[in-house]
């Protein structure tokens, strides 16, 4: 009988340079733990990942709150719309569709200045 080596289910094993194994205890005050909680809650990352982030990158980048997805989502729109006078100018020429051409600019300057805030 000839002896088959069986394959072993489920995810394969890290490599040496891909597992956690150093631990590190870091002391802080309340204000500074909380701050970090906060920051890490903003980001949508644990507060692990969040100092390995920044460890990494100096850096990390706060998600787009429900109101800045909101703009951007109405910006998508108005990006239909000016696509489409677009066409339209092609087709008919600018001179007819200038006033509406200058509506949705005013209307995408308003909602990129609420994004910038």
Not at 45 to 58: D, I, P
């Amino acid at each position: 009988m000839i002896k088959t080596e069986y394959k072993k289910g489920g995810r394969p094993t890290k490599g040496v340079a891909e597992k956690k194994k150093y631990r590190i205890t870091v002391k802080l005050n309340t204000q500074d733990y909380y701050t970090l909680k906060g920051k890490a809650k903003s980001a949508g990352v644990t507060m692990s990942e969040f100092v390995r982030k920044v460890l990494a990158k100096g850096c990390v980048i706060e998600r787009l709150n429900i109101e800045q997805a909101d703009f951007i989502r109405k910006l998508c729109g108005m990006a239909n719309n000016l696509n489409q006078l677009a066409h339209c100018a092609n087709a008919e020429g600018f001179h007819v569709i200038a006033p509406f051409h200058k509506t949705i600019i005013g209307k995408i300057d308003e909602i990129l200045n609420l994004i910038r805030r």
